[in-house]
């Protein structure tokens, strides 16, 4: 994994900034790099913004990646445990999103608890059981160019809400969806997939 390069947050209004929201994919979104997607987004100023996917879980196990990366553990819970498709831009890069932040070489701090980094030393303490307390591990991110998020969620693409790290961290993937909704009062099951039809 390489340095993450992200823009320039200065100058933006931090009150405008979805850091740390939850992009929830609306029922009528057919993208399928997001149908039923939750995103976590890490970065949004006026340049554009950053997130990870929380909610698609890959055919690859994080063994597979350390062995990749020449990086040994013996825990089989850590070899064991789920990548996921952090969206479709560099998928071939290594992303892990955690709580607590830690000390790594290329951490982006979202908030005082939760970090995203792309350094391989997080993924070395990861394997020798010395990693942050929870993390999720994603191949690719999802990015969006200037003022680009800003037209999808008034063309209500998307929902979106203030985060919530136990949603992130601690409830199974496949009710990351629902879940993200419901934080903001929302039954997406309640809502129609078909235009017209509401």
Sequence with gaps: METLHLPDTTGM???NS???HFLIAMPTLDDPNFHHTTT???EHNEEGALGVVINRPLEI???EILRHMDITTDIEAIQNQTVYMGGPVQSDRGFVLHEPVGNW????????TIGITSSRDILADIAGGEGPDHAIITLGYAGWGA???EQELAANTWLSGPASSK????????????AAAALLGIDLNLISSDPGHA
């Design 61 to 63: 196990q994080l063994g």
């Design 147 to 149: 003022g680009q998020l």
């Design 18 to 20: 979805l850091s740390n």
């Design 167 to 178: 949603i992130v961290f601690e409830t199974p993937s496949e009710q990351r969806w629902l």
């Design 40 to 42: 976590y987004i890490c």
């Design 105 to 112: 070489e290329a951490t982006l701090k979202v908030t005082d």
């Design 13 to 15: 209004d931090t009150n």
